[in-house]
C-alpha cells in the first residue's frame, strides 16, 4: 500500500463535519437515541397471526412508546394517544395486516397509529384545549412547562398531516426516506415539506 | 445515519421530542395487551354486501384502463341495499366503487390493466387498476391501497375494488365462509 497525500476517509469525514458544524448546521444523528429494539419483523408478524401472546406482548414493549409519542404530538392528548395507540394495536391483533413487505410492520403501526390519532384528535379537540391549559397552570417546573404549553398550542395551529409529519420525524426519529414512503414521496420532498412545516412551527411560535 | 438540519430545526426538533417524552404516558406492555385480550374484536359494520359507501373518493377520476382506456368521469351516487355507492365512469361504464375489509386474496393473484388518477379519499400504491385472477374486469376491477387506511369507522385493508353487475357474487370465493363482512348474497 503506497503512501498518499490524501487523509484517511474517517478524517475527512470529521473535517467535513466540524465545518459543517461551525457553519451552524447542526447533525441529527438518527442512531443516537435507539430507543426500538424491535423484534425481528417478519417472524414476529407470523406469531401475532398465530394469536402467541408473548410476542405480541413484546412487540408492544418495543414499539408502543414511539405510536404513543408519535399519537401524542397529533392530538395533544394524554387520552387521545394512548385511545390511538391502542386502537393501532386491537387492530394488529384482531386483524393482522397482510403486508406485501412484512418488514414494514413498523411503518405499518405507525400508519395505522397516525390515522386514528387524526381522528381521534378531531373528536377531543375540545379536551386537549382544556388540557394544555392545564399543564401550563400547575406544571411543577413552570418555565418548563410553560415551554411545553406554547410549543402544544403552535402545534395546535398546525394541520393534522402536519403534526403527524413532525411527530413522525422528531417524536419517532423515522429518517426522511422512511417518511417519505409513509406519505408517498420522494425523499427531497419529504425534507422540503419538512421544511415547510418547521418553518410554519417557528412562525406560530413567534406569535406567542 | 446522519441527517443534516438546521441549527434552528434541530432545536425545534429537541423541543417537540421533549414535549413528546414529558406528555406521552409510559404503558405497561402487559396491560395494554391485556385491555386488548378482554375486547372482543371490532365489527363496527354489519351491513347488507358488508360493503360500505367511500364518500371521501369522490372525486376519482380513471383516466385510462387497459384496453378500455378512456377518460372517466365524477362519481355519481347510487343506492343498493340502503348503502350508498358512489359510480365511477370508466369508458363509458359506471362502477360502484365499495370497501371489501376482509377480501382474502395476495396480490400474486393481480394482473394490471391500466392506470387510474385520483386526488382525493383513500391513498392508493400507485395508480394502478388490476384485475382480480379471471374474475371479468367488465365486472370487477382492484386498486390497491397503502396500509394504514381508514374510513370513518375502520381499518379499509389493503384493497377497494370498482364493481358493476353482478360482480359482487363474483368476489365470493375470495371471503372466508361465514364472513360477516361478505356480501349477503355469499352467504
Known amino acids: ?208 | 445515519m446522519t441527517e443534516t438540519v438546521s441549527s434552528e430545526e434541530a432545536i425545534l426538533g429537541r423541543r417537540i421530542r421533549v414535549y413528546a417524552d414529558a406528555g406521552a404516558p409510559l404503558r405497561d406492555p402487559g396491560v395494554v395487551v391485556r385491555a386488548i385480550l378482554a375486547k372482543p374484536p371490532r365489527h363496527p359494520l354489519r351491513m347488507p354486501l358488508g360493503l360500505v359507501a367511500v364518500a371521501s373518493v369522490l372525486l376519482i377520476v380513471i383516466v385510462a384502463v387497459g384496453s378500455l382506456g378512456q377518460v372517466g368521469s365524477r362519481p355519481a351516487r347510487a343506492h343498493v341495499g340502503g348503502i350508498t355507492l358512489w359510480g365511477i365512469n370508466l369508458g363509458g361504464t359506471t362502477y360502484d366503487l365499495a370497501v371489501v375489509r376482509s377480501i382474502d386474496f395476495s396480490a400474486a393473484q393481480l394482473t394490471a390493466v391500466g392506470k387510474a388518477r385520483h386526488d382525493g379519499g383513500f391513498r392508493t400504491e400507485g395508480s394502478t387498476v388490476y384485475r382480480l385472477d379471471d374474475v371479468d374486469p367488465q365486472l370487477v376491477l382492484v386498486l390497491k391501497l397503502l396500509p394504514g387506511e381508514y374510513d370513518d369507522a375502520d381499518s379499509v385493508g389493503d384493497y377497494v375494488v370498482l364493481v358493476r353487475g353482478n360482480g359482487f357474487s363474483l368476489l365470493c370465493p375470495y371471503f372466508q365462509p361465514g364472513d360477516p363482512l361478505a356480501p349477503s348474497m355469499c352467504d
Open chain 1, 1 to 208: 500500500m503506497g503512501v498518499t497525500d490524501q487523509p484517511p476517509l474517517a478524517v475527512t469525514r470529521i473535517s467535513q463535519t466540524m465545518k459543517r458544524l461551525r457553519s451552524g448546521e447542526h447533525l441529527l444523528d438518527m442512531d443516537a437515541t435507539p430507543e426500538v429494539s424491535m423484534p425481528e419483523p417478519v417472524a414476529m408478524l407470523a406469531a401475532v397471526r398465530e394469536h402467541n401472546q408473548a410476542a405480541f406482548t413484546q412487540l408492544v414493549a418495543s414499539l408502543d412508546g414511539e405510536l404513543v409519542r408519535l399519537a401524542y404530538v397529533i392530538t395533544g392528548s394524554r387520552h387521545g394517544a394512548e385511545d390511538a395507540a391502542q386502537a393501532a394495536w386491537e387492530r394488529l391483533w384482531h386483524k393482522p395486516p397482510r403486508l406485501r413487505e412484512p418488514a414494514k410492520l413498523r411503518l405499518w403501526l405507525l400508519t395505522v397509529c397516525a390515522n386514528e390519532a387524526r381522528q381521534v384528535g378531531r373528536r377531543q379537540r375540545r379536551g386537549a384545549q382544556l388540557e394544555a391549559k392545564a399543564v401550563s397552570a400547575s406544571g411543577p417546573k413552570a418555565e418548563r412547562a410553560d415551554d411545553l404549553a406554547d410549543l402544544r398550542v403552535a402545534l395546535g395551529c398546525l394541520s393534522g398531516p402536519e403534526r403527524e409529519l413532525l411527530a413522525l420525524r422528531f417524536a419517532v426519529g423515522l429518517p426522511s426516506a422512511e417518511i417519505a414512503e409513509h406519505l408517498g414521496l420522494s425523499p427531497e420532498g419529504a425534507r422540503t415539506r419538512l421544511h415547510r412545516v418547521l418553518q410554519r412551527l417557528r412562525q406560530e411560535l413567534s406569535h406567542d
